[in-house]
């Protein structure tokens, strides 16, 4: 999560010194340097863009009993004979994790 968001504030911080006018340019006629510059920056910004769908679509060493998407709701169940804790996913799947008492007032689920 950490690097999605340093890529995106690489691409905002990219776009930002274009429209600022911190990239050189001489009027309505782009020299050649100004052109060279800003083909590499679009370049740039299309690898950035490709990482962060990268990164945004599952790996193939992901879980594959994980659900896709967004969880809805948490309920822990402890101090019965199946103690877990259940993670209902926004397309209607839910997930288990088994839960074990650590210590006093400590559980474990995983």
Do not use: F
């Not at 679509?57 to 998407?69: E, F, M, Q, V, W």
């Not at 948490?74 to 994790?97: H, K, P, V």
Request: glycine share 10%; proline share 5%.
């Amino acid at each position: 999560m950490q690097r999605l968001t340093q890529l995106l504030w690489i691409g905002v911080a990219s776009i930002g010194l274009t429209s600022c006018g911190l990239v050189p340019s001489s009027g309505d006629k782009p020299n050649a340097q100004s052109s060279a510059s800003l083909q590499q920056l679009e370049q740039r910004l299309n690898q950035l863009e490709l990482e962060v769908e990268e990164l945004k679509s599952p790996g193939g060493d992901a879980d594959s009993k994980t659900p896709a998407g967004p969880l809805r709701s948490l309920t822990l169940r402890i101090g019965t004979e199946d103690d877990r804790l259940r993670m209902y996913w926004a397309d209607g799947q839910t997930s288990n994790l088994i839960c074990s008492q650590e210590g006093k007032g400590v559980w474990a689920c995983g």
